[in-house]
DNA sequence: ATATGATGCGTACATCTGTACATAGCGCGA
DNA sequence: TCGCGCTATGTACAGATGTACGCATCATAT
């Protein structure tokens, strides 16, 4: 780990910049990063650096601890899925748009990359055991509800909400995820 | 952690017990119980050794590595909790038996300990990057399947398992729990 | 230009991890 | 009863981890 004594150049050479506003929020993102990549489980101080591309130094001078790290990345990520819901489902104009919304939704996270879906799952496991990132999923999962509650009854829009989590999830770990049209199919299906 | 060499008593002494039959049912039961307090992340070869009262050189001897523990111990949890989905809708004589079935297996999941439904999302999440537990998850999730498939169609089935599984995870992360009632107005709507 | 205080970083350290392996001890056949 | 061989265990070890902290370095004011 200690770097080779004959290394000719002397350190600051090698890692030129040091005022960098804004290092704290790419540590974050490093953060979110590493653990879509490997896992809440897989994610330390050195590997998020790395990500980073900064010294490890860098991360108990940002961060009081791994903890606080989690805390920030999670919220930043709850808080950047609710708004891509709320902005789906805030557009719609009447109660059909919304459902075409939903399906839109859930088809966009089973398509896309295994990223986010990867994150909510580290999130809801963390959020078992972690106080802090209790809170910071149950005030994703109230907002997103609230977002349905625009277009639902307080009651079809709690159960809508799990249907989708049901559906999403599922879908994800199987072995032949479920088709739009599948999609489609079971909001319908519900909302009929 | 070294042995406090002022201890009269043999080593022997202190752990009378040798020849112990089953002694690696025991051990994939105490690593249950670490993965279900501490979580995937928190459990060790030490920790499982502490919780089964046996040595740390018994962990290497029954199992070649970590993962085969975590393998191990997650197969077990699958597979009695699908014997527990089988025999519940396999006594369900009609179609309204099943939908009863359904509310009842759920709304145990949520009234029942924590225990079931925090193994269950770790096995989730281990799931994502180990590709031997994905197969228990998937052989896991067939089988639950079919046992719906005993008493509704194959697609009705599947978003019925979707929606089983949202509602659970949902509700259970949720500071509010859905009441059996709720559930069962749930699966109804869905099933009608 | 230079002193200075805040900012940022390299490194050390105690701790914990998975795993290997030399033996110790018991069951079992003779 | 007595050995023998396999089962079981204590211990050692290399590597990785979170965190502390002294010091280098830069922005700024003079």
Same mark, same amino acid.
């Given at each position: ?12 050479? #090698? ?8 290092? #704290?929020?790419? %540590? /974050? ?18 590997? /998020? $650096?790395? @990500? ?34 709320? =902005? ?10 919304? @459902? =075409? $919304?939903?399906? *839109? ?20 496991? &963390? &959020? !078992?055991?972690?106080?802090? %990132? ?7 999962? !109230?907002?997103?509800? #609230? ?8 009651? *079809?829009?709690? =159960?809508?909400?799990?249907? /989708?989590?049901? %559906? ?14 599948? /999609?489609?199919?079971?909001? =319908?299906?519900?909302? #009929?």
């Amino acid at each position: 780990m200690k770097p080779p004594p004959d290394d000719p150049r002397p350190a600051t050479a #090698r890692r030129p910049r040091r005022h960098d506003p804004g290092r #704290r929020d790419r %540590l /974050i993102d490093a953060a979110l990063t590493v653990i879509a990549e490997r896992g809440v489980a897989g994610t330390t101080h050195r590997e /998020i $650096a790395r @990500v980073a591309d900064v010294p490890l130094g860098s991360m108990t001078y940002h961060f009081a601890s791994l903890e606080e790290v989690l805390a920030e990345a999670f919220t930043r990520h709850a808080e950047s899925a609710a708004r891509v819901f709320d =902005e789906c489902l805030g557009s719609a104009r009447d109660r059909t748009e919304a @459902v =075409e $919304a939903v399906i *839109t939704l859930v088809s966009g996270y089973l398509l896309g990359s295994q990223y986010d879906l990867v994150l909510s799952v580290e999130l809801y496991v &963390a &959020a !078992a055991r972690n106080p802090a %990132l209790r809170a910071v999923t149950q005030a994703w999962m !109230a907002r997103s509800r #609230r977002a349905l509650e625009r277009h639902f009854d307080a009651t *079809t829009a709690r =159960e809508l909400d799990a249907l /989708i989590e049901g %559906l999403v999830l599922h879908s994800a770990l199987s072995t032949d995820p479920m088709t739009p049209e599948q /999609i489609r199919h079971a909001v =319908e299906r519900f909302l #009929r």
